[in-house]
Nanobody, 120 residues
Framework: VQLQASGGGLVQAGGSLRLSCAAS????????MGWFRQAPGKERVIVAA????????YYADSVKGRFTISRDIAKNTMYLQMNSLKPEDTAVYYC??????????????WGQGTQVTVSS
């Protein structure tokens, strides 16, 4: 499956953004999926995940209560709604197929991701 993340931008602290991850080639509903981010000088980390059925989700402690992962099966697109953004959320965000148990990406093609910048 080919994935393309989009929707990033510049926002003030406390603001909101919605990221999209459009899939082509295969149905998103066939996979466990995750959103990752990489801040400058730091490792790429997972921030949210959703099972193939949509029945379970995972959030990193740093985003719990502020971010929501979801999918639109008809549009074959996954979303990350980000509210109450903080400057520390500034990063390049990526989407990938994952192993839900380990939270690791499976054969990711990270591409350019989408830049989220939160100003204070």
């Amino acid at each position: 499956v080919q994935l393309q993340a989009s929707g990033g931008g510049l926002v003030q602290a406390g603001g909101s953004l919605r990221l999209s991850c459009a899939a082509s080639g295969r149905m998103l509903s066939s996979y466990h999926m995750g959103w990752f981010r990489q801040a400058p000088g730091k490792e790429r980390v997972i921030v949210a995940a959703i099972t193939w059925s949509g029945s379970s989700t995972y959030y990193a402690d740093s985003v719990k209560g502020r971010f929501t992962i979801s999918r639109d099966i008809a549009k074959n697109t996954m979303y990350l709604q980000m509210n109450s953004l903080k400057p520390e959320d500034t990063a390049v965000y990526y989407c990938a197929v994952i192993n839900y148990s380990t939270r690791n990406a499976i054969n990711p093609n990270w591409g350019q991701g989408t830049q989220v910048t939160v100003s204070s």
